[in-house]
């Protein structure tokens, strides 16, 4: 008898401990303790969340919980979410919205939980000499008032590609939506009706690149310069990416930030959580989301990424300015955004104008001249965000000993298929045979620029070049530079974007982008194919 | 409704496994151990599918223990719900967005005697929540005016206002809210959501004066006024709780006002998070519609669980009738009870038996899918 009541209590005693035990470890809404058993969630998230890295590490000791981060642009990792690709190989993402996500019917479904964690709206950065002869550093500026500079030739931005950046997505749409001026959301008809002062607008964009990253480091690179053709006074961008240009030491001139006054489109980085990951992940989720919405982290986000915080209880602190930002509505259907963002490609951007110097030199024969005209195929007739754009002007010199004589198509704005397809026949022409002589292909491409800008200065120029081997006949690189020298500012910033393979020097064509202001793009491990969509991506 | 969340139990496994281990080990008598291990085995379990922020309350899951019970409830949306090969498969109940999920759950399971079979326990009707400032300048508009102390949204006038592309930059002395945009009321889209929704027909109600229920279509220009009360607004939120999160966090610049449930305006105000801005105005559309929560039963238990939670059955169980107002919804039951909680909380909610607004019935379900449809 005594035994047994003994034996009782040690295990009802045992029992309370498991009990009390388990209550403390399960997670609890407004509980400090945030810790939980490891694990480590796998996040599908936008490029710009690097800058969580810090963070992130010092969340993963309060909470077990570590972020495994594949990056991606927003719009893409949106796309891949709703199709279902997302399931089973990550637990979560993190855009900078579900904006895009939510405009499919079953987006929100592929979601279970979601958390707004921090929040940027996009707005303008304004070189400060202009910001003040502009007289934009003293009183409230509207878009309106943005384009009538622009008409007047006082102001030039740059701006990443809206089909590729969610900071150019959203600068589209509050452009389209504060000009129009109706103060509701945008639609399909309104497109139309803005189109002419639409085009005005972004007759003012002198820059395009294909993500937000790339934006703020060919900024850096072309400030108050001229990039692409014409003057560089600043940036549609996230207010984040701005606060860190100022603070980088990067800048010869600091960026006024400017608060469009008929209002701004704010994204909310929501960390979302998958209905298809398992139990533990979505434990280990919710326990981090708490953690991040705390106000000590709140405050260190904020500090460390710039962005603003989400919680009330946490101000945004005096570098976030003082201005009122009033909220645009968002357009309520994809069908508008794409209208919106086809009419941007199709006729209110600048349109593009490339030069293809192309090496059809005697190392070229058989299988690099084949792999050379089936990448130029694809380029023209490959669709997708990198084929050659409606209205977009393109020169191919072909060139060995000398250059060829250059042949330029111009693709209309609607129905392009009859010139792509003569641009196919001629890229299916090449013929490799002969000596090398880069420097004098490259002459004669600015040459076309220089005759091709007179009449149609309105475009975004770029170069590319493919070669496969060193300059070994006609002018050298050196000769190439006074040439280059020469040539007027606006000529000298249209940029080369060298594309390596085969024995390509590779020194040579590094100092020929740095010259120019382009990039180098090593197309030896890659098929050329890819290289050339990666090209378009940064032209 | 409320948003999904995963299935969420107040106890853990291995308390329950240790307990039944101790059991049997000890050949103690259930009764001993209840005393001090929870679970009780004796607790029946009342399997719920789809979820609601009151079966979260920690002082109803007492209150529901006391009474013998305990909800386990799940992921799944309404339409998540109905489209299960059996939705009744395991479940004593289902919890819907509103009257028309409900049905549209109770058309996918087969009849088996009186089930399945829906219950109104509470109810909630649509307010606004909004700032003071804006307030004023809807009073100054004309589309706001104070009964009995209560400021009262007039939909017609609100219309009105938005046919004709008024802005708040139009209102006469506004020199405070600068803000580019029409003056919109901001609601969840009628496509995925049952507040929307019901926004839609309380729209429908005022154009076609009281003749919806009736069957009767919309008029093209008067549907086209119905409609840009939505599509104004652009992508709105898919469910109520959301947006109600939003206008906390995202300030009167971004959210000047926006339509959710009267109890979760309550709770979010003075419940447990707390997270409305103190001086948080409640507003009362005029016409309004009181949305009944619906739900669900498919078995005995689930009639139960109703009953217990309904204000006048035989079986009502005060205690949880009382967390319902306390919470912030109405229920059947003297209304005095949930005015004074209000009271004594100083939230001036309006007084349903002094009708200072016409509350219309919901319109018949044929006549509500059909608007949606239009809308979408």
Not at chain 1, 89 to 104: E, G, K, S
Not at chain 1, 189 to 198: R, V
Not at chain 2, 117 to 140: A, C, F, R, W
Not at chain 2, 166 to 177: L, P, R, Y
Request: overall charge negative; glycine content about 8%.
């Amino acid at each position: 008898m005594m035994r047994k009541s003994l034996t009782l209590l040690a295990v009802l005693g045992l029992l309370a401990g498991v009990a009390l035990a388990a209550c403390t470890g399960s997670p609890q809404t407004g509980t400090q303790s945030f810790a939980g058993p490891p694990y480590t969630l796998r996040v599908l998230a936008s490029n710009e969340l690097a800058d969580l890295r810090p963070l992130l590490t010092q969340a993963a000791k309060a909470t077990g919980v570590t972020v495994d981060m594949t990056f991606t642009d927003s719009l893409h990792g949106s796309d891949q979410v709703v199709a279902g690709e997302a399931n089973g190989h990550y637990d979560a993402d993190w855009f900078a919205t579900n904006r895009y996500l939510a405009m499919n019917p079953k987006g929100l479904s592929q979601l279970d939980d979601v958390t707004a964690t921090m929040s940027s709206p996009v707005i303008l950065g304004v070189r400060a000499s202009v910001a003040h002869a502009l007289g934009w550093d003293s009183k409230p500026v509207t878009w309106q008032d943005i384009l009538t500079a622009i008409v007047a030739h006082r102001f030039a931005f740059g701006m990443a590609d809206p089909d590729g950046s969610n900071s150019g997505l959203t600068g589209l749409v509050s452009v389209a939506t504060a000009i129009t001026g109706r103060g509701a959301a945008l639609t399909g008809q309104e497109i139309t009706q803005a189109a002419p002062q639409l085009a005005q607008f972004f007759a003012g964009q002198s820059l395009k690149v294909s993500s937000t990253e790339a934006l703020t480091s060919t900024y850096v690179r072309d400030q108050g310069g001229q990039a692409q053709g014409d003057q560089l006074d600043g940036l549609i961008d996230y207010e984040s990416a701005l606060l860190e240009l100022n603070a980088s030491h990067q800048l010869r001139e600091p960026l006024a930030l400017v608060y469009p006054s008929d209002g701004v489109v704010t994204s909310d980085y929501t960390f979302s959580e998958l209905t298809s990951a398992p139990r533990a992940a979505k434990n280990a989720y919710r326990r981090l989301a708490a953690y991040l919405l705390t106000p000590d982290v709140q405050r260190q986000i904020m500090q460390q990424t710039r962005r603003r915080p989400i919680i009330p209880q946490v101000r945004p602190d005096v570098g976030f300015g003082r201005q009122q930002l009033f909220e645009l509505p968002f357009p309520g259907t994809a069908v508008v955004i794409d209208d919106l963002e086809s009419a941007y490609y199709r006729t209110l951007r600048r349109p593009a104008r490339t030069v293809y110097v192309l090496d059809t030199s005697g190392s070229m024969a058989n299988a690099p001249i084949n792999e050379l005209k089936s990448a130029l195929v694809t380029l023209i007739d490959g669709g997708g965000d990198t084929a050659i754009e409606p209205r977009e002007q393109v020169t191919m010199v072909p060139f060995n000993a000398t250059p060829a004589a250059p042949a330029t198509f111009t693709v209309p704005a609607s129905d392009p298929q009859p010139v792509l397809d003569q641009i196919v026949t001629f890229a299916g022409n090449l013929k490799a045979q002969g000596r090398t002589a880069i420097y004098d292909a490259l002459v004669t491409a600015y040459q076309v620029v220089e005759s091709e800008s007179a009449g149609d200065p309105n475009r975004i120029t770029t170069i590319v070049l493919l070669t496969d081997g060193e300059n070994n006949t006609g002018d050298n690189l050196a000769v190439f530079q006074k040439f280059y020298n020469g040539l007027s500012p606006a000529i000298q910033s249209v940029p080369v974007f060298p594309i390596l393979f085969g024995s390509a020097n590779t020194l040579q064509m590094g100092q020929l982008a740095q010259l120019t202001g382009g990039t180098v793009f090593d197309g030896r491990h890659l098929p050329l194919a890819t290289v050339f969509q990666l090209v378009r991506g940064d032209q | 409704m409320s948003r999904v969340r995963f299935r969420r139990t107040s106890t853990s496994v291995v308390a329950l496994a240790a307990a039944v281990i101790l059991a049997a080990a000890l050949d103690v008598s259930a009764v001993a151990v209840r005393r001090v291990v929870d679970p009780d085995p004796s607790t029946v379990v009342v399997e719920v599918a789809g979820s609601s922020d009151f079966f979260d309350d920690s002082a109803v899951v007492s209150e529901l223990q006391k009474d013998g019970y305990r909800i386990d409830q799940s992921d799944l949306g309404s339409y998540q719900i109905a489209n299960e090969p059996d939705p009744a498969a395991g479940n004593a109940l289902a919890n819907a967005d509103g009257k028309s999920a409900a049905l549209y759950i109770e058309s996918k399971v087969p009849k088996q005697g009186n089930f399945p079979e829906t219950g109104n326990p509470y109810s909630s009707p649509l307010v606004i929540v909004t700032h003071p400032q804006i307030v004023s300048l809807l009073v100054t508009a004309g589309i706001v005016k104070y009964t009995n102390g209560i400021p009262i949204f007039d939909v017609a006038t609100y219309l009105n206002a938005v046919t004709s592309g008024e802005e708040w930059a139009d209102i006469k002395g506004n020199k405070t809210f600068l803000s580019p945009n029409r003056i919109m009321l901001t609601t969840t889209d009628p496509m995925y959501s049952n507040s929307g929704a019901t926004f839609a027909a309380i729209l429908a109600d005022t154009l076609n004066a009281g003749t919806l229920g009736r069957g009767q279509p919309l008029s093209d220009p008067d549907f086209q006024s119905l409609d840009e009360c939505f599509t104004i607004q652009g992508a709105m939120e898919q469910h109520t709780p959301d947006l109600l999160r939003k206008f906390a966090a995202d300030g009167m610049n971004a959210y000047p006002m926006a339509l959710v449930y009267e109890s979760s305006a309550i709770s979010a105000k003075f419940g447990r998070s707390g997270t409305l801005p103190a001086d948080t105005v409640l507003m009362y559309p005029n016409p309004d519609i009181v949305s009944d929560t619906t739900l669900v039963a498919f078995n005995a238990l689930g009639e139960h669980i109703i009953n217990l939670l309904s204000a006048g059955t035989p079986s009502s169980d005060p205690s949880l009738v009382g967390l319902e107002e306390q919470d912030g919804f109405r229920t059947s039951s003297d209304s005095q009870t949930f005015m004074g909680y209000m009271a004594s909380r100083h939230v001036p909610v309006i007084n349903l038996d002094q009708a200072p607004v016409t509350f219309v019935r919901p319109p018949d379900e044929s006549a509500y899918q059909a608007l949606i449809k239009r809308i979408g």
